[in-house]
Nanobody, 123 residues
Framework: QVQLVESGGGLVQAGGSLKLSCATS????????MAWFRQAPGKEREFVAK????????SYADSVKGRFTISRDNTKNTMYLQMNSLNSEDTAVYYC????????????????WGQGTQVTVSS
């Protein structure tokens, strides 16, 4: 059974940092693209960042570029999202996702999803 499990969310003050983790199991994701999405209340789920599991190629949404860093540890089958300089607009449920070959930064392009972890930034 394929599982993606996020952790690391919580409440943080504006300007602070959090590091999210996405632990994978049930399948080897070495050939998969892994990504983070987020969904704020009343808004659609949006792309945050992605990384190829077997490479160092990464990409980011403009809104988080320079503040967030996506990475992975293949030995631990875990992906991370380091989030710095957080602001209220980063408040959302953050999801990790995986797919062999997503054709774009849309949620429908990703087959596997975690349950999400809440990030709340207080001003």
């Amino acid at each position: 059974q394929v599982q993606l499990v996020e952790s690391g969310g919580g409440l943080v003050q504006a300007g602070g940092s959090l590091k999210l983790s996405c632990a994978t199991s049930g399948r080897t994701f070495s050939s998969y693209v892994m990504a983070w999405f987020r969904q704020a209340p009343g808004k659609e789920r949006e792309f945050v960042a992605k990384i190829r599991w077997s490479a160092t190629s990464t990409s980011y949404a403009d809104s988080v570029k320079g503040r967030f860093t996506i990475s992975r540890d293949n030995t631990k089958n875990t992906m991370y999202l380091q989030m710095n300089s957080l602001n209220s607009e980063d408040t959302a449920v953050y999801y990790c996702a995986a797919d062999r070959s997503p054709q774009g930064p849309l949620p429908r392009e990703y087959e596997y999803w975690g349950q999400g972890t809440q990030v709340t930034v207080s001003s």
